[in-house]
């Protein structure tokens, strides 16, 4: 059954820093794999997503990478800005593009 | 505006009175699913879509129903709710190829009493 796992649960840095935040997953037979982050009491917004096929993605300061044959995932954050604090959650897809495994998320604090 | 809606967003309930949340997407997407948030659990998939009149389950089905009748609802049921149904629910919808990019919804916070 596949596990996804987000080390650290919490993160608090100082703003301007460049930041990596990590997923894993036990099971490397995926779909793809997606980073999200959801503010307080909000919804879930996509960030980045990466099929299988894939080793990175960008948008702006945010680069995600994905290597299937470790399990891992990252999500390299450049420049931190307080308006980065959120939660990060990093979700799987599995190979036959139906089920969708969440991590725990990653608590991001940007201190000003 | 591309959007996922759910209703309600709120709702306090008892134990065992049948409940249903709506979720409505403008995006002709195929696939939809539904999602519980707890502290220290994170977001568990209850049931998904891959489209009309498919469902399947998820990691954490039970207690719950869903239907597919048309492509653009995804109502989620609770026909006799219990406590340890409090919580966080997100409904989700994508295309089922490729760009599978998932949408949130706003969530709706569920209290069964």
């Known amino acids: 059954k596949q596990e996804v796992t987000q080390i650290p649960a919490a993160l608090s840095v100082p703003e301007g820093e460049n930041l990596v935040l990590n997923c894993s997953f036990t099971?490397?037979?995926?779909?793809?794999l997606q980073w999200f982050r959801q503010d307080p009491g909000k919804g879930l917004t996509s960030l980045l997503l990466?099929?299988?096929?894939?080793r990175e993605q960008t948008s702006g300061r945010l680069n995600a990478s994905l290597d299937k044959s470790s399990g891992r995932s990252t999500l390299y954050i450049a420049a931190s800005q307080p308006g980065d604090s959120a939660t990060y959650l990093c979700a799987v897809k599995d190979s036959s593009a139906s089920k969708i495994i969440f991590g725990s998320g990653t608590r991001l604090s940007i201190r000003p | 505006e591309a959007q996922v809606t759910q209703n309600p967003r709120y709702l306090i309930t008892v134990t065992g009175k049948k409940l249903t949340v709506t979720c409505s997407q403008n995006m002709n997407h195929e696939y939809m699913s539904w999602y519980r948030q707890d502290p220290g659990l994170g977001l568990r998939q209850i049931y998904y879509s891959m489209n009309v009149e498919v469902t399947d389950k998820g990691d954490v089905p039970e207690g719950y129903k869903v239907s597919r009748k048309e492509k653009r609802n995804f109502p989620l049921i609770l026909e006799s709710p219990s406590p340890n149904q409090t919580s966080l629910y997100f409904c989700?919808?994508?295309?089922?190829?490729?760009?599978?990019?998932?949408?949130f919804g706003p969530g709706t916070r569920l209290t069964v009493l």
């Open positions: 989700a919808s994508s295309y089922q190829g490729r760009p599978d990019t998932q949408y």
């Open positions: 990466i099929q299988s096929s894939q």
């Open positions: 099971d490397s037979a995926i779909y793809n």
